[in-house]
């Protein structure tokens, strides 16, 4: 897993998620975070490999380590939560990370969401580093839908425009249903996230056509000429292009956090985390729908599958997990080494 060389292929070895996250919650600890923070980060971490998701899995820790060891991130933040509003909730995440400002406001959101309908996190002040579905499904576990939308670093050239501003900028969707698991999606808006360049840059693959332009803004499929001064294009040109304005909005201008353009790390070197703000809305279906809701859904599935539809956003997740469940999870051996060492100090 060095962050630097190409991954030569080695054998795989399988671990338990719980060994899994217990491993990674000691890596996080050994360099410089809280245990509560290493607690949740850890989590966060092992559920994406086991859901193959690779792009923010183990794949993702060298970039959290160097940034906690050039002093960008806080990793011993406190959140700070503030009850602002009947349906709002605020937090400053303390130049900490993402997710232990979203666990620190959780239930005060679901009491909100519960009591008024609907309910908002505003979150700032954040670093966020991993996959978003891991903070939108557990709300549809419990009944509740819930969107979320991140902003990340500037790598993404409007459509229309000469460089890039935008980041990657995700959307995600978390919806419960009568029988299932929750209907989830969870997408970049630019026509590929970052972190899956950098995965085909290390293997020397090409991109397929539409990904990303060079330095001197011509198209290429090239990842490291995309890495190495391009930058990303938004999904579906100018459609794409709105969305992620969008999430600079929510995530940024609403929340109090910066747009993706406005953080310099150049004095952190080895600084990975974008430092920017997130947004979560959670609707309690019930108080529009009654107990219906869970059923229109499902109505909504099977009528899809119905018209032909095979695979549904969060079917393949849910094939790894089950999978991973079953074998443990499958890891590079020598990935697994070098997390037992990064554990071991
Ligand atoms: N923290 C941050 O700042 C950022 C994080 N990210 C993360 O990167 C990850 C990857 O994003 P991205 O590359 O856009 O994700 P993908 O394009 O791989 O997948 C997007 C969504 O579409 C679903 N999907 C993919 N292919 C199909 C298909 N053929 N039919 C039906 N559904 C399909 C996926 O479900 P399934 O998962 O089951 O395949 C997923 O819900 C996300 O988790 C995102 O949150 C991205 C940008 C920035
Ligand atoms: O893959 C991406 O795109 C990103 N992931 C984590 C944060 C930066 C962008």
Request: proline residues 6%; neutral net charge; glycine residues 10%.
């Amino acid at each position: 897993m060095s962050a630097q060389s190409p991954t030569v292929a080695t054998a795989c070895a399988s671990i338990r998620f719980a060994e899994l996250v217990e491993l990674l919650q000691q890596v996080f600890v050994r360099h410089g975070t809280s245990p509560q923070v290493a607690a949740i980060l850890a989590h966060n971490c092992a559920s994406a490999e086991r859901d193959g998701a690779h792009s923010h899995g183990i794949f993702r820790i060298p970039g959290y380590l160097s940034t906690l060891a050039s002093g960008w991130v806080n990793g011993n933040a406190v959140p700070n939560v503030t009850d602002v509003a009947s349906g709002c909730v605020r937090v400053d995440a303390g130049n900490g990370f993402a997710q232990p400002a979203l666990a620190a406001a959780r239930p005060l959101l679901v009491e909100k969401a519960r009591s008024a309908g609907i309910a908002l996190l505003a979150i700032h002040n954040s670093h966020h580093f991993a996959a978003l579905w891991p903070d939108v499904e557990p709300f549809a576990e419990e009944g509740l839908v819930a969107l979320s939308v991140v902003n990340s670093m500037t790598c993404v050239v409007p459509h229309g425009a000469d460089r890039p501003l935008f980041g990657t900028n995700p959307i995600a969707f978390a919806a419960p249903r009568a029988d299932g698991a929750p209907i989830v999606f969870d997408l970049a808006t630019s026509a590929i996230a970052h972190g899956d360049v950098q995965i085909a840059a290390r293997k020397g693959e090409r991109l397929p056509a539409g990904m990303g332009v060079d330095s001197l803004g011509q198209p290429t499929q090239d990842p490291k000429a995309i890495l190495e001064g391009g930058a990303l294009l938004p999904f579906g040109g100018h459609k794409g292009s709105a969305l992620s304005m969008m999430v600079e909005l929510l995530a940024a201008a609403l929340t109090g956090g910066n747009f993706s353009f406005e953080f310099d790390w150049t004095d952190h070197p080895g600084a990975r985390t974008p430092w920017t703000g997130q947004l979560l809305i959670v609707i309690d279906p019930s108080k529009t729908a009654g107990q219906s809701f869970a059923q229109r859904s499902q109505e909504l599935v099977r009528q899809m599958h119905a018209a032909g539809l095979r695979r549904l956003p969060g079917d393949r997740r849910h094939r790894t997990r089950a999978k991973s469940q079953e074998t443990g999870i499958e890891l590079d051996a020598q990935a697994l080494r070098e997390l037992r060492a990064l554990a071991a100090g």
